[in-house]
Nanobody
Framework: QVQLVESGGGLVQPGGSLRLSCAAS????????MGWYRQAPGKQRELVAG???????NYQDSVKGRFTISRDNAKNTLYLQMNSLKPEDTAVYYC????????WGQGTQVTVSS
């Protein structure tokens, strides 16, 4: 059964850091381009960062220089290191393939507030 389980979210002050993890119970994880997405209240889900199967990252302009996406293919796990967090980063964060073809997980809530 395909399953994506996100974790690592929480409440953090502006300027703080969090590291998100996504455990993917899918076969051949290593060959998929993966991404982190987020959805803020009242807004559409958006792609925040993506990573190719070879490890090449790309980022939404608003998070460049602050977020780092990485993957551990041996552990079938995707990561998102988030630094210098801003209130506008508040959202539920999800992982999925870049074509969004997998069932969505429950996400992990990130709240940036003083």
């Amino acid at each position: 059964q395909v399953q994506l389980v996100e974790s690592g979210g929480g409440l953090v002050q502006p300027g703080g850091s969090l590291r998100l993890s996504c455990a993917a119970s899918i076969s051949f994880f290593r060959i998929y381009s993966m991404g982190w997405y987020r959805q803020a209240p009242g807004k559409q889900r958006e792609l925040v960062a993506g990573i190719s199967r070879g490890g090449s990252p790309n980022y939404q302009d608003s998070v460049k220089g602050r977020f780092t996406i990485s993957r551990d293919n041996a552990k079938n796990t995707l990561y998102l290191q988030m630094n210098s967090l801003k209130p506008e980063d508040t959202a539920v964060y999800y992982c999925n393939r870049l074509d969004m073809s997998l069932p969505w997980g429950q996400g992990t809530q990130v709240t940036v507030s003083s």
